[in-house]
C-alpha cells in the first residue's frame, strides 16, 4: 500500500469512527448562534464562551443600571472582561468550581457606542472571545401570545414599515426560539433571531408590537434601544409563569388535560428563566386571548402574579440592577367575534386589570394598558383575532412608557369615572378627564336589582345617553323598574367600529376603558383618584377591584 492509499484508508477509517460517535455518543453543543441541545446546566464542555444572547450587534442596560455578563469557562481559571469603546473599563471574573459559569457586573455605561467587549482567559494567553459593536441603551422585554408573536411583514403597511428599517440602526433585536421544558434552564436552548441591525430582510419575521413600540421610543428617547422578543401564539399565561407564581392562585398541580406549550410553566421555564440574568428596562405584554375559555375566572389572580414573578426574578437574576418593580405594559384585548353574547373577552378586559378597570392600580403598582377594543379588524386574513393595526397600539404603549419609565407628564389613559351617582331617572358619571362623546343607546348597561348580585347572568338593560358636557354623562334608567345596582360601559367581545367608541379622552384621543362598578345601594360610587380607593358617596370605604 502506497503512502497516498494509506493515508487515504486511514481517512476512511476515521470517518466511520466519527460516525460511531455521533450516532451513539451525541454531543452536546453549547452556542448562542444555533440551536443546541438542553443540558440543564450548560457549561459542561469547559469551553470560554458568552451565554446564548450576548452576542454581537447587542444592546445592553445603559446607566444608571449596570449591565451583567454571564458566560462559560474552564473551571478554576480567571476570566478578564474588556469594555473598549468611547469608555473603556475592566472587570475580573473566576469561574465556579461547581457550575463552569463566570459573572461580571460592568460598571454603569451611558447610552451609546459602538463597544467591543472581551472575555479572554487570564492565565491562558490568545483564548478570548469577543462581541462587537454592542450598544448600550435601553432594553425591554416583549412577550405573549400570537399577537405579540405578529409579525412586521403583517402589518397593513408592512412594506413601508420595513422601508424605515435601515432608518434605525440603533433599535436593535432578538428572538428566543420556540422551546417548553418541564425544569427551568439556565440558559436559552434555541435563538431565532440573533441580536440584528434591521434591515427590510431581517425584520419581517420580528414582532410587529415589539418593534414599533421600540422604534417610537427611539423618535423620542434618541439614544439605543434593545428589544427581545420570547412569544409563542395560542399559549395561556399560566404557561409564562413560575411553579411558585402560579400556586399564589390555587393551581399548584399541572393541569392534566393541558400539555404541550400550554402547560405550566413550560415557557416560563424555557423561554424566560434564561433571560432572568439580563438587565433590562421593562417589558410589554400581549396575552389573554386563550385565557377567555381557560381559567377565566383566576386571570384576576394569575395575570398579576406572574408579573410579580418575573419582576423579583430579573431583579434578583441582575443582582439587584433590574427595578424590583421595572415598568411593564401590556395590551388590553382587542375584538373576536362581532355579535357576540360570550362573556369571555369582555371578563378577561376586567381581569386584566385585577377587577379595578384601570392601572397602575394599589394591585398592578408601575403598569400601564393600551386599550385595543375599538382597534377591530374584520377583514384581517390572519383572523379577527389578529387585527393588523398595530401602529395604534404600539402608540398607546408608548404613552404608558413615556410616563412611567421616564417621568414624562402626560396622560397615558382614557377617561374613567371617579363619580357615579344614581337618580330616580337617570345616572350622572363623572369621568377624570374631560370627554369626547358620540351618542349611543347600548354601549352602557345597568343592572337592575335590588337584592341579588350583578352577575353576567344578571338583569342588564341598556341604558341610552341622554346628555353629557366636558366631564359627566347622564344615562337613562327607564328601561330599570328596580333598583339600579350596577353600571357597566363596553361589556362585550366587540363593542364598536374602529377608533368609534362613544367616550374617548376629548385632549388624548384615548378611548374610555370597559368597566363595571357596583353601587352601593343609593350611596352610589366615588373615587379618591389620588389614592386610587373607592368609597360610597358617604364617606364609606368599599371592596377594592370589583365592586
Known sequence: MGKADCHHFLARVLCVLLLIILLFNRPTICSSRQEHEEQQWPCGDGNLRFASYYEDHMVLQKSPERALLWGCGPLGEQVTVYVQGPNTQQTLATVSDESGMWRVMLAPVEAGGPYNITAALTNLQNTYVTLVD???????????????FFKVLGLVNASGELALASKYPHV????????????????????????SVPNEKNLASFSALCWLFGRYLYNTLQYPIGLVESSWGGTPVEAWSSHSALRKCGLDNPDENSTGPISNSVLWNAMIHPLLNLTIKGAIWYQGESNADYHRDLYNCTFPAMIDSWRMGFHEGSGG?????FPFGFVQLSTYKRHSTDDGFPEIRWHQTA????????????????????????TSPYGTIHPRYKEDVAYRLTLGAKALAYNYSLTFHGPFPDHILPQKLYVNLTFDQQL?????????????SASISCGPRANWVSAPIITWDQTTIQLSTESCP???????????DWPCDFKACPVYGSNTSLPAPPFVISLQQSFGWKRNVATNRYFNTDGQKVHDGVL
Open 134 to 148: 454592542v450598544l448600550f441603551g435601553d432594553v425591554w422585554l416583549c412577550s405573549g401570545q400570537s399577537n405579540m
Open 172 to 195: 436593535r433585536f432578538f428572538m428566543v426560539g420556540l422551546v417548553q421544558k418541564d425544569t427551568e434552564l439556565l440558559d436559552l436552548t434555541k435563538v431565532d433571531i440573533s441580536w
Open 321 to 325: 440592577q433590574t427595578a424590583i418593580q
Open 355 to 378: 377587577d379595578y378597570g384601570f392601572v397602575p392600580n394599589p394591585r398592578m403598582m408601575n403598569t400601564f394598558m393600551a386599550v385595543a377594543m375599538d382597534l377591530p379588524d374584520e
Open 436 to 448: 369626547s362623546v358620540t351618542p349611543s343607546t347600548d354601549i352602557f348597561e345597568i343592572c337592575c
Open 482 to 492: 328596580d333598583q339600579v345596582a350596577a353600571v357597566r360601559y363596553a361589556w362585550t
